[in-house]
């Protein structure tokens, strides 16, 4: 299990990461989201001693990474940055990483099938596409047959099928009883794969919930209806005991209210409508109410590219034995 306390990162005037304490559990996807520059990845390199805590602490297993003796048997990562050396081969990059964490060398080949990269195994990663090397960083991650997976926002830039490949492996991981933790901007695309979610803002926890809590608390559904005699159908509306709010386009929205009810009432008063129509506040909406303020503090009062990629940071690194991560600081992909 991975345990934050009150883990805290300064980088000068900046506080990335602030007195954040969660723990991630067992068996499930855990959805890390935040808007860009929140500390997701800051947060990932302390939980992998890739970057020091300025106070508090992050365990894994009830021990820092540093303190792990072959640390990819207990926690397999893919972070921003790309991690492979580019003239070498997705093999030989697999087996330095196995030869100096003692893994098996026949596990190479496993991991290589598990991410369906047989067939491109002995060629040079600097031919690889995103796709290819996303798939590369995560066999990487799963080496060690660990029982944590951490993935830092390992679907930006990738095609609909890659997306859909890395959420079923991250499912699939946790079914079989492994801790997976993954980071994201997108609340999106965390509602179709965490069970669980931390949500942080400016560094700091803004919620730690199960996904179907979240749901609970912020689905709400409303009734529009757009009709050219407004006063007559507010009067029938209040009347019923329904309280209505001007909506876009000067149409009005019955909070709670149901559609048959709604086009009923309408039709037995004579008041013409010209749109009845179900809406759905999203997921999206509530995750960005929620984390406004970070995003406002941020920019300086404008919201900044809630879409753009996550900027990837240059890593330091890693102490022995490696970890995937402590390669390729400085070499990006492009794409
Ligand atoms: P996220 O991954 O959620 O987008 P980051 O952890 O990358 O957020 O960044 C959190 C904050 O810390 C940002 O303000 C970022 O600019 C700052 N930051 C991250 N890494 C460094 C670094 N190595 N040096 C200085 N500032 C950094
Ligand atoms: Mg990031």
Do not use: C
Not at 54 to 64: A, E, K, L, N
Not at 200 to 226: D, P, T, W
Not at 239 to 249: D, R, T
């Amino acid at each position: 299990m991975i345990e934050l306390h009150e883990l805290t990162k300064r980088y000068g005037d900046t506080v990335a990461v602030d007195r954040l304490s969660f723990q991630v559990p067992q068996g499930v996807v855990t959805g890390f989201l935040g808007p860009n520059g929140a500390g997701k990845s800051t947060t990932m390199r302390m939980i992998l001693d890739l970057d020091r805590p300025t106070s508090g602490q992050v365990t894994i297993d009830g021990r820092r990474y540093g303190q792990l003796s072959e640390p990819l048997k207990y926690i397999g990562a893919l972070l921003e940055a790309k991690a492979v050396h580019p003239g070498r081969t997705a093999y030989d990059h697999l087996l330095w990483l196995a030869q100096s964490n003692r893994i098996p060398t026949s596990r190479v080949a496993e991991v290589l099938d598990l991410v369906g990269l047989t067939a491109v195994a002995k060629r040079r990663s600097r031919g690889f596409s995103l796709g290819m090397g996303q798939r590369l960083g995560i066999a990487s991650a799963l080496l060690g047959d660990p029982e944590i997976v951490m993935f830092d926002e390992p679907v930006n830039g990738l095609d609909p099928e890659g997306i859909l490949w890395i959420r079923n492996l991250m499912k699939g991981l946790a079914a079989e009883g492994r801790t997976v933790f993954v980071s994201s901007h997108l609340m999106s695309e965390m509602a179709l794969t965490a069970d669980h979610l931390v949500v942080i803002g400016r560094g700091r926890l803004l919620a730690n919930l199960s996904m179907a809590e979240f749901i609970k608390q912020n689905s709400r559904s409303a009734v529009r209806v757009r009709t050219p005699h407004v006063e007559q159908l507010l009067a029938v509306l209040h009347g019923a005991g329904l309280n209505a709010v001007p909506g876009p386009a000067g149409s009005y929205e019955v909070e709670d209210g149901d559609l048959t009810h709604i086009g009923e009432l309408a039709a037995s008063h004579g008041v013409t409508l010209h749109e009845l129509s179900p809406q759905q506040a999203s997921l999206e909406e509530a995750f960005m109410q929620m984390t406004a303020d970070s995003v406002q503090y941020q920019a300086g009062g404008a919201a900044p590219g809630r879409t753009a990629p996550g900027q990837a940071h240059g890593q330091t690194p890693g102490p022995a034995p490696a970890q995937p991560a402590a390669w390729g600081a400085g070499w990006k992909e492009k794409s």
